[in-house]
């Protein structure tokens, strides 16, 4: 009949150092196993860069809304110092895994004095960029959304980071520039206003009837939605030319209605006109032949 002494005791006589694997399991059943510090070192480096990814997560929830509520703090503003505070966030988060596995970083920000300073010849480019960046979201000369001309470039704002502003042009190119240039350059925000006026202008013929014309232009705006009464729209005339007369168009609208009052206004005025009896001029010269 089997008996479990008469098995361990042949066990121990065919190999006496089982002896010990037992002791020492027995041993490891009173006292309770350890984790071996490999396991708890992984486990806390984890642990800090999911708290890392948590944190990053909600400054950038909590900067979009106040963004959204404030005018004066864009989302460009908070897109800048959401990437900030992210970059400093995993810069603190790594020195606390590498001081987990006792990495000593002490050689490594020893060197970053001479690194430094070659990288900041390397970099001074990109570092103008970033300063250049602050400067923008500081100054808020625009938002994304906006219709801008940065220097000769035109286009709706998309983005911005710590590097670039990214613009999309009017037939849908992506257009990137650093915040070097951008800042450097003239900024015209066409969106940030309220209102825009259009300057337009007409010519007619100087036998033509200026009171009439006046009219005729004034019907014509008048009788467009998007044409705001205050301030009110001027018609006046502006210039006489070598074969015309010039009537400017002085409407105000909303940013928004700007191009699509610009071409329903060209493409109606001429018919207008010829309907009233007046006509545009095109240039022409008078030759008198004189006979002695």
Avoid at 55 to 72: M, N
Avoid at 82 to 103: D, M, N, P, R
Avoid at 220 to 231: F, H, K, Q
């Amino acid at each position: 009949m089997f008996s479990l002494d008469t098995a361990v005791a042949t066990a121990v006589a065919e190999d006496p150092d089982i002896v010990d694997v037992v002791e020492g399991l027995s041993n490891g059943l009173e006292n309770g196993f350890h984790i071996p510090k490999i396991v708890t070192m992984i486990i806390c480096s984890i642990l800090i860069l999911i708290v890392a990814k948590i944190i990053c997560k909600v400054i950038k929830h909590g900067l979009k809304k106040v963004s959204g509520r404030s005018r004066k703090f864009t989302l460009i503003m908070a897109q800048l110092v959401w990437k900030l505070c992210a970059v400093i966030i995993w810069i603190i988060a790594i020195i606390s895994v590498l001081g987990i596995f006792g990495i000593d970083l002490t050689p490594v920000l020893a060197g970053l004095g001479i690194t430094g300073v070659v990288l900041g010849f390397a970099l001074q480019e990109s570092i103008s960029s970033l300063f250049c960046g602050v400067m923008i979201a500081i100054n808020n000369p625009f938002r994304v959304g906006d219709w801008v001309d940065i220097g000769d470039i035109s286009g709706t704002v998309m983005a911005m980071d710590l590097m670039c502003v990214t613009l999309a042009s009017g037939d849908n190119k992506k257009i990137t520039m650093n915040n070097k240039n951008v800042w450097g350059n003239t900024i015209v925000n066409y969106s940030y206003i309220e209102r825009r006026r259009l300057d337009m202008s007409v010519s007619v013929r100087y036998s033509d009837d200026l009171e009439k014309a006046k009219e005729t232009i004034r019907g014509v705006i008048s009788g467009y939605s998007e044409v705001l009464t205050d301030p009110a729209p001027l018609v006046e005339v502006g210039s006489y030319n070598d074969s015309s007369i010039s009537i400017y168009v002085r409407p105000w609208v909303k940013p928004a209605d700007y191009w699509p009052v610009y071409w329903k206004f060209n493409s109606e005025i001429l018919n207008a006109l010829r309907a009233n009896g007046i006509d545009m001029p095109f240039n022409q010269m008078d030759v008198h032949i004189i006979n002695d």
